[in-house]
């Protein structure tokens, strides 16, 4: 038997989310190859059968909106018992791809923005993982979380599961989740990489033209597996929650701090202002008013100019751009081992379809489960 017949042989979990109203049949079967096989025994833990779930949607979504106390509305939990769903999608949709769960948790009135993972627009964190798990547990399903592959660490997605899963007293993340009134783990069996990197528009740190289709650019998957750098010229230099291409616009303000969409940067990033390239220095303190310089803060992507005192202040109305490396970033195969030291017992699943990255993962080991998302036609709940 060849290694590719044997690696399609090998049975792994398949978790199949529909998006729309309906919900998903999660069973095992031979993900390697293009079709599902009913009956096949598992190498782990079973997705129960029959099971249904709902992809919950943005932390802000009127489907998982809860009254200010942060219980869920009785009615979504009546209406989702009587419809069998059994099984709740956590972020679900695009914006789970830049959504930092970090800025989630906690008293509401100290919670941090978010961004769509479409449109970029900024949004807030009211439906947390806390909150989320309460309308879980009220319903009696089960849930799967969705890692933030575009903008997220391996350690940001341990430490998501840490939080969600770790005994109080065996990891600060158990220890803050106590505090914030659920002392006993959730026990999240079943985590996503990333919403759809295989589709067009998400590929995010992956791809400079996001209308290359991943057949166009076989790399793509390769990136998605095991990371990798990808070069940016003239992209938007925007906000932190703000991803917008207007948010790019200076406002005129001193002490501008804007964002790289996909960090870490590589040492030279060219920072532009209405096309005039401006200048990289390690510090502003030493810059007179005139000069046209900026500091970047190549670990997280941020970008400071002057305040008319150190360093020139961009003039209102300019256009700010970045082209520059994105990377080195790290892939699903990464994100398994540094979630599953987290926890052994969870199940990592991959989100991205075809055979170019069955090809790219060969028989690595780490590679856990696979998502599949067919969609269904549905409607907004009113």
């Known amino acids: 038997m060849t290694g590719m017949a044997q690696r399609r042989s090998r049975l792994v979990a398949v978790v199949v989310v529909l998006t729309g109203l309906v919900a998903a049949v999660l069973v095992y079967s031979g993900a390697r190859q293009t079709r599902i096989v009913v009956g096949a025994e598992p190498t782990g833990p079973v997705a129960p059968r029959g099971s249904s779930a709902l992809t919950t949607g943005t932390p802000t979504t009127r489907s998982a909106r809860s009254p200010p106390d942060g219980e869920p509305q009785q009615r979504l939990v009546a209406n989702a018992r009587s419809t069998g769903v059994s099984m709740l999608r956590y972020p679900g949709g695009t914006v789970a791809n830049t959504f930092r769960w970090k800025r989630a948790i906690g008293p509401r009135e100290d919670r941090r923005c978010q961004t769509g993972g479409g449109d970029g627009a900024p949004l807030d964190s009211t439906i947390g993982p806390d909150e989320h798990m309460a309308l879980v547990e009220q319903m009696g399903a089960e849930t799967t979380m969705v890692v933030n592959f575009a903008t997220a660490t391996p350690q940001e997605a ?188 969870i199940r990592v699943c991959s989100s991205y379809q075809g055979d170019a990255f069955l090809e790219a993962i060969g028989d690595d080991p780490a590679f856990d489960c696979q998502v599949s998302h067919p969609s269904t036609p549905g409607s907004s709940p009113p």
Not at 250 to 276: K, L, T
Not at 299 to 320: A, Y
């Open 158 to 345: 341990a430490d998501w599961v840490s939080y969600m899963n770790a005994p109080v007293g065996t990891s600060p993340w158990a220890d803050l989740r106590a505090e914030h009134g659920h002392p006993e783990p959730y026990g999240v069996t079943w985590w996503e990489v990333g919403n759809e990197p295989d589709v067009g528009d998400q590929a995010y740190w992956m791809e400079q033209d996001a209308s290359i289709l991943p057949g166009e650019h076989p790399e793509r998957a390769h990136k998605y597996a095991h990371g990798g750098t990808t070069e940016f010229t003239d992209q938007p230099l925007t906000t932190d929650c703000d991803r917008r291409a207007d948010a790019q616009i200076s406002d005129g303000s001193p002490d501008q701090v804007r964002q790289v969409a996909y960090a870490p940067v590589a040492p030279d990033p060219r920072v532009m202002v209405d096309g005039e390239v401006w200048t990289q220095i390690p510090t502003l303190d030493g810059a007179g008013p005139d000069d046209t310089v900026f500091t970047p803060d190549h670990e997280s992507g941020e970008v400071r100019f002057g305040d008319g005192v150190h360093g020139s202040v961009p003039p209102e109305g300019t256009r700010l751009t970045v082209s520059y490396t994105s990377g080195p970033r790290a892939g699903y195969m990464d994100f398994v081992r540094a979630m599953k030291e987290a926890d052994p017992d």
